[in-house]
């Protein structure tokens, strides 16, 4: 099996343009062609971890973490990202990285930590716009079906938990064939007029062109009459942070000693527990303080996440409880998520978790 169709398998669950502009998720070292023998799946891909990877005969690193974020212009081995990509590249190892586009899927990074937490009702908290299109096609009516099918196979028509979306209303086609065409329906140059339905399906724009090879491949005109939308609307599963809910609420002390036992951290900073109760929990995994308005507006109680800094504690502003259970900490699942990806989809290799604690944190 070689890199790309775990990649492939991957960026299927987490497409790459699902990624904050400032990230560098995919393969950053290596050739996607290259036969995996195993895999090691770590939070950081630093200089230990290949090493680990060289010992176990890995020779595919999946981290969350990229270990470039920003170019690098020079290879010297002079701080330890050039170390380490020196190293990989040395001893034939590949490098993948799956970041903020695996915190930004339903089923990623913040969903494990709510998992984890037993949260029900989990919703996407900040869900992203321009990641939806909306395509229109004119086909005759007796090929509807079989056009609507395609389209649904390829993953449009998902709206939440419905797939199968569509609308579709009748009409009169017309066109008139010229001297170069190879008509389906109608001869050269005789004006011609058929009954059609218009079908329309809401879809992803990573899948725009698997979804219009599969139409065309069924749709039985030669030049297929159709047209894609840019929607202003947000993609429901997609976006930073998960909003959910306790099914029994608790005790804000009980509740933070819960939360301190479940992240295995040796730290929770919060802020004062201006709430007795806690039914509603916004989560974030890593750095969310950019998420703290979103969990505020969607009325949590209490707002898990990492890397707070001292200001940003005030902001809390005596209405939602702030818990920082650490960077690390609170990533650190996303080794069984992705683990547990390969493991249920993949046979031919073996899939290793990485042993070494990357945290670069310690707590005296
Ligand atoms: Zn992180």
């Known amino acids: 099996m070689k890199i790309k169709e775990i990649t492939q398998f991957l960026e299927g669950i987490a497409p790459l343009n699902y990624q904050e502009g400032y990230d560098n998720s995919g393969l950053i070292v290596g050739d996607e062609n290259t036969k995996v023998t195993s895999v090691l799946i770590c939070?950081?891909?630093?200089?230990?971890?290949?090493?680990?990877?060289?010992?176990?005969?890995?020779?595919?690193?999946?981290?969350?973490?990229?270990?470039?974020?920003?170019?690098?212009?020079?290879?010297?081995?002079?701080?330890?990202?050039?170390?380490?990509?020196?190293?990989?590249?040395?001893?034939?190892?590949?490098?993948?990285?799956?970041?903020?586009?695996?915190?930004?899927?339903?089923?990623?990074v913040s969903s494990k930590i709510s998992d984890l937490l037993d949260l029900k009702n989990q919703r996407v908290l900040s869900p992203k716009k321009d990641l939806l299109r909306k395509l229109e096609v004119y086909v005759p009516k007796e090929n509807a079906e079989e056009v609507k099918n395609a389209l649904f196979e390829s993953g449009a028509g998902s709206i939440g938990d419905y797939t199968n979306c569509s609308f579709q209303s009748k009409g009169v086609g017309t066109f008139l064939p010229n001297e170069d065409s190879q008509p389906s329906i109608g001869e050269v140059g005789t004006q011609e007029r058929v009954e059609e339905v218009k079908i329309e399906v809401i879809f992803p724009k990573n899948i725009e062109k698997s979804m219009l090879t599969g139409m065309k491949k069924v749709h039985p005109y030669e030049e297929v009459a159709y047209q894609i939308y840019i929607l202003d609307n947000v993609f429901q599963?997609?976006?930073?942070?998960?909003?959910?809910?306790?099914?029994?609420?608790?005790?804000?002390?009980?509740?933070?000693?819960?939360?301190?036992?479940?992240?295995?951290?040796?730290?929770?900073?919060?802020?004062?527990?201006?709430?007795?109760?806690?039914?509603?929990?916004?989560?974030?995994?890593?750095?969310?303080?950019?998420?703290?308005?979103?969990?505020?507006?969607?009325?949590?109680?209490?707002?898990?996440?990492?890397?707070?800094?001292?200001?940003?504690?005030?902001?809390?502003?005596?209405?939602?409880?702030?818990?920082?259970?650490?960077?690390?900490?609170?990533?650190?699942?996303?080794?069984?998520?992705?683990?547990?990806?390969?493991?249920?989809?993949?046979?031919?290799?073996?899939?290793?978790?990485?042993?070494?604690?990357?945290?670069?944190?310690?707590?005296?």
Do not use: W
């Not at 609420?249 to 000693?257: A, G, I, Q, V, Y």
């Not at 819960?258 to 974030?284: E, G, P, S, Y």
């Open 43 to 108: 939070l950081d891909s630093v200089e230990e971890v290949i090493e680990e990877a060289i010992e176990n005969r890995c020779n595919l690193v999946i981290a969350h973490h990229p270990i470039i974020f920003s170019g690098l212009k020079k290879l010297n081995g002079k701080n330890h990202i050039e170390r380490t990509i020196i190293k990989a590249i040395k001893n034939d190892i590949a490098i993948y990285a799956i970041h903020t586009n695996l915190d930004n899927i339903k089923g990623g």
């Open 237 to 364: 599963d997609v976006g930073a942070g998960i909003i959910g809910e306790l099914e029994n609420e608790m005790d804000s002390s009980d509740f933070l000693e819960f939360v301190k036992n479940t992240m295995q951290t040796d730290c929770v900073r919060h802020t004062d527990l201006v709430k007795n109760k806690i039914k509603k929990v916004a989560v974030c995994g890593g750095s969310g303080s950019f998420l703290l308005n979103n969990a505020k507006e969607v009325g949590a109680d209490i707002f898990i996440t990492g890397d707070l800094k001292y200001h940003e504690f005030f902001n809390a502003e005596n209405n939602i409880i702030i818990a920082d259970v650490g960077h690390y900490e609170s990533e650190q699942f996303t080794k069984e998520l992705i683990y547990d990806l390969l493991i249920n989809n993949f046979s031919k290799f073996a899939v290793l978790l990485s042993k070494i604690n990357t945290n670069p944190i310690n707590y005296l």
